[in-house]
């Protein structure tokens, strides 16, 4: 057997895959899901690919229309929107990914567009909690806690929380 051959189990001989470069490797990627720039680059290097060769590769399917930051922005605030996020915590992990503000805040319109926050937050509070505006001062403590740390404002958190315009 050749060097670059191996067994595949059955005896036979298979050849190894010739490896892929920055860009194929970048395309692997942007196939299964959308990425930002800056993540796109990061697994490159994470796979052994040189800094300005990732970088390369990244400007070219940005450049091809392969990689959009707005495109990304966009699928990544209606995913977290859909799991129950709200959108002070949709922003800030947008901004981990060093999108320009316009970018996120465009984003965030769009999902606010067609997902009302306020009732995300209510449906949210019934699924876990099976209530909104505890009277039990333990849960509303519970409650608000729970839609702070998915990242609701604090002006949706106490009107569902306080008894007052929850109806």
């Given at each position: 057997?050749?060097?670059?051959?191996?067994?595949?189990?059955?005896?036979?001989?298979?050849?190894?895959?010739?490896?892929?470069?920055?860009?194929?490797?970048?395309?692997?990627?942007?196939?299964?899901?959308?990425h930002s720039?800056?993540?796109?680059?990061?697994?490159?290097?994470?796979?052994?690919?040189?800094?300005?060769?990732?970088h390369?590769?990244?400007?070219?399917?940005?450049?091809?229309?392969?990689?959009?930051?707005?495109?990304?922005?966009?699928?990544?605030?209606?995913?977290?929107?859909?799991?129950?996020?709200?959108?002070?915590?949709?922003?800030?992990e947008?901004?981990?990914h060093?999108?320009?503000?316009?970018?996120?805040?465009?984003?965030?319109?769009?999902?606010?567009?067609?997902?009302?926050?306020?009732?995300?937050?209510?449906d949210l509070?019934?699924?876990?909690?099976?209530?909104?505006?505890?009277t039990?001062?333990?849960?509303?403590?519970?409650?608000?806690?729970?839609?702070?740390?998915?990242?609701?404002?604090?002006?949706t958190?106490?009107?569902?929380?306080?008894?007052?315009?929850?109806?």
């Amino acid at each position: 057997m050749a060097s670059g051959d191996h067994d595949d189990g059955a005896g036979k001989p298979r050849r190894r895959r010739a490896a892929l470069s920055p860009y194929e490797r970048a395309v692997g990627l942007l196939a299964r899901r959308e990425h930002s720039r800056r993540e796109l680059e990061r697994k490159l290097v994470a796979k052994g690919v040189e800094p300005d060769e990732a970088h390369d590769a990244v400007e070219r399917l940005a450049g091809q229309g392969w990689q959009d930051e707005q495109r990304f922005a966009g699928s990544l605030a209606r995913s977290r929107a859909l799991a129950g996020y709200g959108p002070v915590r949709i922003r800030a992990e947008l901004g981990t990914h060093d999108l320009p503000g316009h970018v996120i805040e465009s984003a965030l319109e769009e999902v606010a567009s067609q997902h009302d926050w306020r009732e995300a937050a209510r449906d949210l509070l019934e699924r876990r909690l099976g209530e909104v505006a505890p009277t039990d001062p333990v849960r509303r403590r519970k409650a608000q806690a729970l839609l702070l740390r998915r990242g609701f404002d604090g002006e949706t958190v106490y009107s569902l929380t306080s008894g007052r315009g929850s109806d």
